[in-house]
């Protein structure tokens, strides 16, 4: 085992309105999420590093109030793109490891547009 | 320069062959992944190495710490293994990527 589920897979959304992304580990419990943005043809971009119980940790440049990101257990951890604008348009995806291990097990992705 | 450089980044091969991609990075790593990612976007692990080497089925993947450069090979080539590979290494707290290497398989 080591899935990770993301829901949901696409989204659509209006400029302006807020979407939510879950990231669940299914059959383990996750002390460590990670969300990634992708852009075509682009490699994964490490967006923001979440600790179960405590507040994530942004990379350079990704703004914490646009990108909610909570983890409220060990096997939960949401993104909120609030306010989003069609340049938030992207493959947003997750990962998980496992407590004291290196390795991540990746979600599946979802996939945003905003119009 | 980036941290983690692959190559090729694009390859095409007519199925059966035995396929080889590179990975040479410059940071000190504690990890080092291969990742498989299919056009629809869902990523899988392949492999988690730090030292040696390690088969799954025809996947098999080598490390030289030394020389700071990893490689993964695909045997007996199939159209299915079509996809992006990319190499990531973790460094401190988290993965950095390489850009990829797009695989195309030909029947």
């Known amino acids: 085992g080591a899935v990770v589920s993301q829901h949901p897979s696409w989204v659509i959304c209006k400029s302006g309105t807020s979407v939510k992304i879950e990231c669940r580990s299914l059959?383990?419990?996750?002390?460590?999420m990670f969300w990634y943005r992708q852009f075509p043809k682009q490699s994964l971009m490490l967006m923001a590093t979440?600790?179960?119980?405590?507040?994530?940790?942004?990379e350079q440049g990704v703004e914490k109030d646009k990108f909610l990101i909570n983890h409220a257990s060990l096997t939960l951890s949401t993104l909120t793109v609030t306010s989003a604008h069609p340049e938030d348009s992207s493959f947003y995806i997750c990962?998980?490891?496992?407590?004291?291990?290196?390795?991540?097990?990746f979600g599946p992705g979802t996939r945003l547009t905003v119009t | 320069k980036n941290e983690v450089e692959q190559s090729p980044q694009n390859l095409t091969a007519q199925e059966g062959e035995f396929i080889t991609i590179n990975c040479s990075y410059s940071?000190?790593?504690?990890?080092l992944h291969w990742l498989q990612q299919h056009p629809g976007g869902g990523i899988v692990s392949l492999f988690m190495?730090?030292?040696g080497k390690k088969k799954h089925g025809r996947l098999i993947a080598t490390i030289n710490i030394q020389e700071k450069h990893s490689s993964l090979h695909i045997t007996a080539s199939h159209p299915r293994d079509s996809a992006v590979y990319i190499c990531?290494?973790?460094?401190?707290?988290?993965?950095?990527f390489g850009t990829g290497t797009r695989l195309q398989v030909f029947p």
């Open positions: 059959d383990f419990q996750a002390t460590t």
């Open positions: 979440s600790n179960e119980g405590s507040k994530a940790t942004y």
């Open positions: 190495l730090s030292s």
């Open positions: 990531a290494v973790f460094d401190t707290d988290k993965l950095i």
């Open positions: 990962s998980a490891s496992k407590p004291a291990t290196y390795e991540q097990y």
């Open positions: 940071v000190g790593i504690s990890a």
